[in-house]
């Protein structure tokens, strides 16, 4: 016989069961029907998340590359399961810090990188505060709040040895690597043609552009995996192979930010070899300070007005990369569309900014006929394409201070500790972060990825290594000590 308790609760499950079914049919959803056995599992999944949290944050980088988005609303949506593990660490982490307040990783408090980033989040608050819609500047935060936890705070705790630095770097190349073989698979039945490679990384990225993206940052420690395997392993021969069919893969990617990126990713390598960061990234921010000077001078930026009836798109990859060159393609021209617009209304709000996450709700009245194309209606609700001018627009000259700050900061002392490390690995470690900043750089010059789980996620995850090795440098220093 059953105890009065569990005939209660079994009485409960049914009743829910049925109620679920009836609304499920009321509201022509069949998500409802879930809830009950949400409800059953609940408790084991409590228990795995509270006991299990480093588990937790394993299975966070291996879903990465295979998570999709999950639209809730037509207005909400989440990538699933990646962004759901980020919140739940998120909470767990906070929870554990409250009650236990030394297990906040003690060495980030010594960190002028971490200071910059409370300052960041600190402004963002500050901005949202002068928000037209203060709901999706909320948003905002919130999402960048379960980025940095769990990509920053997490690895401190986490990533204490080269096992485990070697463990999370085949936690995301592994299921990379299995989205990069059906992509060629499936594309290949299409020809391996332009227009139809994004039918190919669906369900696992939006488009081609994330796709190739977070492949050719990936390159970086596939690269790094080869070079740190030994000649006689048996697995270097498998890596180099599989290498190899990601260079494939990000070829018929047909995206040329990213394999700019890659170009950008190897010549900086070498100017971390070389010791020329500060050097040329002095020499990059006079030369883009200059250039957009005189883009909005006199209205100099008026030359580059697209022609609305030849600015095409293109479904012919040769015909793209023509168009492209003789600046009739229409993404490029959009970028110009929007980008002046971003301009317009960073002269309107030059200090707060329009707020977090308020670019696309507020643009339209800033632009100018004279660039608009044919897809400038802009159904996607996508941004400005260039991270840097989307924070400008958003948070102000401030936010985009603390933002190049932070960014420079982060590639200034890769280079530093990298110079100064003996240990072999995490000077690999070091040039490996430092070559993937560079090329989510390059690509953001083109696009906002920052706030997107493909990118965001390895932006975020390289400033906590950014921790992780200049916590290996003073422990050389203390051992020589």
Known sequence: MFSRKVSYQFYFAICLFFVCIVLSILFHSYLIVAIPFLWLIFPFLFHFCVNRTEDLFWLLILALPLSSE???????GIDFPDELCMMLLTGLVILKMIHQPKWFPSNLSREPLFLILICIMAWACISACFASNSLLSLKFILARIWYIVPFVLMPQLVLHSQTRIKKLVLFLLIPMFFVVMQTLVRHAWYGFSFIDIKKTVFPFFRNHVNYSSMLVCLLAPAFALRFLTSREHKYRKWISIAILISLIGLFFSYSR????????????????????????????ISVILLAGSWLFVDYHYMRFAPDHDHTIFH??????????INLKDVSNAERFYRWVAGFRMFVEKPVTGFGPNNFYNNYRPYTLNSFETWVSDNPEHSTIHNYFLLTLTEQGIPGLLLLVLLWVGM????QYIYHKLQDPFYRMVTITVAVILAMILSINFMSDMIETDKIGSLFWLCLGFVFVVNRKLAEEYQSIA
């Open 257 to 284: 930010g990213a394999w700019v990126a890659l170009i950008v990713g190897v010549v900086f390598a070498f100017l971390m070899e070389w010791n020329w960061v500060k050097k040329i990234s002095i020499i990059a």
């Open 70 to 76: 999950l639209n809730i609303t037509a207005s909400l």
């Open 315 to 324: 479904t012919d990859f040769s015909e793209h990369i023509a168009a492209t």
């Open 411 to 414: 590639l200034f002392r890769l």
